[in-house]
């Protein structure tokens, strides 16, 4: 189902992704970025023409120079009624948002799992545990990982960081816990895109995680991120082919906290 998908992703975004008020186009943005710092992105998530629910992201600091990221992700209306889903996600990352730990309670349809990760730097290892509270069963893993390695929404913070110039490709080391890879991330093209009435000048981005990759599914996923030092993630598309389709998440509030 579409919910299935996108938490997947950490909310796609979501990928998901990182975080005054979106109606401020990009040329109105200051020149020099505050990225990253506390703030909080609300996204309206869109399927087949109708709304599918909603995406919220807190980036708050953390002890020392680290930072919390919390995701809450929760279906709407008719996609409610068909598979309901309420999931939360919690991330604590070092300043550069390297993953140091990250638990995922996922309520969808009949399921309910929470899975846990923990990142040991020192030791190079990512550890994996996933509980499911209606079979009550337990799986755990663990893989080897570079010393700063990202879960999905610390990924997407890092990409504001430093993205790759127009026309270049960066990759990334991404893990899901249960499966650790270099992700290409590809900056693709200079567009326009108009998101709450408003219009931005921002950059096409591909992460390549489809396709057997970090995800076994096909599909691609594309971020637009603003032109400007904040690279605000203000669109994120999933192309899913049949039976999903695509899943559009266009940013419909922004906060500094």
């Not at 990760?117 to 893993?141: C, G, I, M, P, Q």
């Not at 219009?199 to 970090?214: G, H, K, P």
């Not at 049949?242 to 899943?247: E, R, S, T, V």
Request: aromatic share 8%.
């Amino acid at each position: 189902m579409i919910f299935s998908a996108v938490s997947r992703f950490g909310g796609a975004f979501v990928l998901v992704g990182a975080l005054l008020n979106t109606s401020v186009p990009a040329q109105q943005r200051p020149k020099e970025s505050n990225f990253p710092c506390p703030e909080k992105l609300t996204y309206r998530i869109e399927w087949r023409m109708v709304n599918a629910g909603t995406a919220i992201i807190d980036q708050t600091h953390a002890p020392g120079d680290g930072w919390n990221l919390n995701l809450n992700l929760q279906s709407a209306g008719l996609v409610s009624r068909l598979y309901r889903v309420v999931d939360t996600y919690k991330v604590n990352t070092g300043e550069r948002f390297c993953g140091s730990s990250a638990a995922l309670d996922a309520q969808e349809g009949k399921k309910h799992i929470v899975t846990r990760l923990t990142f040991e730097s020192s030791r190079k290892r990512v550890s994996y545990e996933e509980h499911d509270l209606v079979k009550n069963a337990t799986t755990k893993k663990e893989l080897d990982a570079p010393p700063c390695t990202y879960e999905i929404i610390g990924a997407l913070a890092a990409l504001r960081l430093r993205p790759p110039d127009l026309g270049k490709a960066m990759t990334v080391p991404v893990t899901n816990g249960k499966k650790l890879v270099f992700a290409k991330i590809e900056a693709e093209a200079r567009e326009n895109v108009n998101v709450s009435g408003k219009n931005y000048s921002a950059v096409r981005y591909e992460a390549f995680l489809f396709d057997n990759v970090l995800y076994k599914r096909k599909g691609r996923l594309f971020i637009w991120m603003t032109d400007d030092p904040e690279h605000l993630p203000v669109q994120l598309q999933l192309h899913l082919g049949f039976p999903i389709g695509n899943i559009t998440i266009q940013l419909d509030k922004e906060e500094k906290l």
